[in-house]
């Protein structure tokens, strides 16, 4: 079984700060793990995805995001907030035996000027 | 370019009536996704399917049916059942069976209650 936590469904940050978005993973497997960012009205389009080669994985638009196993963790971060990356982000799961996603809850992203 | 289409962007369903939202792709990919996203809610699995002719029910499949005819093709038919059925639909597709492989998105279908 797999789940995603992700803390925080609301984030607020200034306009240069560092975002930080939490997510924390249970899988009886190892795990694959992705973010995506949706903009308001759109699907989701991928940001990034570990796979289990570098735990350091670096994205589009500036964002990357650590696998910690041992705190079973998985946070996206940006050093300098834009007004764009104002959306919703999303953290999945899926087992090395398909190709099933189980989702967390999103994150709203709020980037004030 | 590859990717994947769904249509129309915005419906509105009549008590009683069937509805069916398209969603079409061009990747190649053998898997297809329906989810249903309510605000605060996150995604959840309606159906999906990892090969032509075959499905699977998801999480709520209640009120929801599909079909999958072509490799390219996987409609979504929100039927009189499901009461409550106003939320925003994504489709997805992906390579079937690899867990290491993304899923790809439309840009949803946002159904409304008349």
């Known amino acids: 079984a797999q789940s995603v936590t992700q803390l925080g469904s609301h984030v607020s940050v200034s306009e240069g700060a560092l975002v930080l978005l939490r997510c924390n993973y249970s899988?009886?497997?190892?795990?694959?793990l992705f973010w995506y960012v949706q903009y308001p009205n759109q699907g989701l389009q991928l940001l990034l995805k570990y796979t289990s080669a570098a735990t350091l994985v670096k994205g589009i638009n500036g964002f990357e995001a650590e696998f910690k196993k041992s705190e079973t963790s998985f946070h996206l971060t940006k050093p300098s907030a834009h007004m764009s990356d104002a959306a919703e982000y999303f953290c999945a799961v899926s087992g090395n035996a398909g190709n099933m996603l189980t989702f967390g809850g999103g994150t709203r992203l709020m980037v004030k000027p | 370019d590859g990717g994947i289409t769904q249509s129309p962007k915005y419906l509105f369903r009549k008590e009683g009536q069937n509805v069916t939202l398209s969603c079409e792709q061009n990747l190649n990919h053998d898997a297809m996704y329906w989810y249903r996203q309510d605000p605060g809610q996150g995604l959840r699995l309606i159906y999906y399917?990892?090969?032509?002719?075959?499905?699977q029910k998801g999480d709520i499949a209640e009120g929801y049916s599909v079909s999958r005819e072509k490799k390219e093709s996987f409609p979504l038919t929100v039927t009189s059942a499901q009461k409550n059925p106003t939320a925003f639909y994504l489709c997805?597709?992906?390579?079937?069976?690899?867990?290491?492989?993304?899923?790809?998105f439309g840009d949803g279908t946002r159904l409304s209650i008349l």
């Open positions: 997805a597709s992906s390579i079937a069976g690899v867990g290491n492989q993304p899923q790809h």
């Open positions: 399917s990892q090969i032509v002719n075959d499905f």
């Open positions: 899988s009886s497997v190892p795990p694959y």
